[in-house]
């Protein structure tokens, strides 16, 4: 766990532009960034009170309207430590993102498609340690990932979703080894509850299934396709989850006796995946393969699980401490489709 990674009070005028370390948060700067957060915060009453108060339900509104589009993708695999949470106290201020827990070299993935702006100690940002990484995602959207034991990526490279970035560690002010994973939102410095901020975007930075819904679009769309052409709905594979593709999807939920939404998540998911090994061979392997690739295996989209497969299987398994025996089964799949 984090024993900084603080967001201290002062002025909010952050320059993502910039390598010089940054001032803080204002109070408002931080309540206007809580998104959907669990965190509560007292203020004294008046109007500065209500108008910091709407800014953090205009913020939620805005968190619960983003789309489920398969654009974001989880950072890593882990655990949430007793303490590690958006808002937890950290001396003058408030704990800046959220902690994911797992062994040093743990795989950390870009949570979204973006350019990589900052690579330093703590990222140029107040009060954080560590080896740090910063992806600007556009529109005034950057994830934060600290405590890095090591860079798979450098300065001003172009990174898509679900790209491994870094191994996770334990470098600078901590308890042991950890992602500090922070969301920002509208500008570098104001920071918003990652836990929340993702969920509206259809990921569970917890590790749970993801909800991916009708009009996504990119890699994970193709898995879904795929998946449905194994199970003999004759889709065109072109990663866009049209019309065509949500009604197949509805009727695959209907014979399932699940709730016809279109919606991908945690109660299709688990009946639309296979348990592939070695030897197999189909669009449900085209379907592997291409969740693999978003996670940088590099593999030939051939549908045939061979030696190559299996070998990055292993590897992912491996590399997220999942039990890497090659075999790809519901925990596999969750991962790779987070």
Not at 197 to 223: E, H, K, Q, Y
């Amino acid at each position: 766990m984090c024993r900084s990674c603080a967001a201290p009070t002062g002025p909010n005028d952050l320059s993502a532009g910039t390598g010089h370390p940054l001032p803080g948060l204002s109070r408002r700067g931080l309540l206007a960034g809580l998104g959907l957060g669990a965190l509560t915060v007292g203020l004294s009453a008046g109007a500065e009170a209500r108008a910091v108060a709407a800014e953090a339900l205009s913020a939620g509104a805005v968190a619960v309207a983003a789309a489920r589009n398969g654009a974001w993708a989880g950072p890593a695999q882990g655990r949430f430590p007793a303490g590690g949470h958006y808002g937890a106290p950290r001396g003058g201020g408030s704990h800046a993102g959220q902690d994911v827990s797992n062994s040093t070299g743990t795989a950390v993935y870009a949570a979204a498609a973006g350019t990589v702006i900052r690579r330093s100690w703590g990222g140029g940002l107040p009060g954080r340690t560590g080896n740090g990484l910063v992806i600007s995602h556009g529109g005034g959207q950057y994830t934060y990932y600290g405590h890095l034991s090591a860079y798979r990526v450098g300065l001003n490279a172009t990174v898509s979703a679900g790209q491994r970035i870094a191994d996770m560690g334990a470098t600078g002010n901590v308890t042991g080894p950890h992602l500090h994973f922070e969301t920002h939102t509208g500008a570098l410095g104001t920071t918003v509850n990652p836990v929340s901020f993702l969920a509206a975007r259809g990921v569970d930075l917890a590790g749970g299934w993801s909800r991916i819904d009708p009009g996504a679009s990119g890699a994970t769309v193709v898995v879904i396709q795929h998946l449905m052409n194994q199970r003999g709905y004759g889709l065109v594979v072109d990663g866009a989850y049209g019309s065509v593709s949500a009604d197949a999807v509805k009727r695959f939920q209907r014979s399932k006796g699940l709730v016809a939404d279109g919606q991908v998540g945690p109660a299709t998911w688990p009946v639309l995946v296979y348990t592939l090994r070695q030897g197999g061979s189909g669009s449900h392997v085209r379907a592997l393969q291409t969740a693999l690739n978003r996670r940088s295996a590099g593999l030939v989209v051939d549908g045939g699980f061979g030696s190559v497969t299996t070998s990055a299987v292993r590897t992912y398994q491996s590399v997220n401490r999942l039990v890497a025996d090659g075999e790809a089964g519901p925990v596999t799949w969750r991962a790779l489709t987070g």
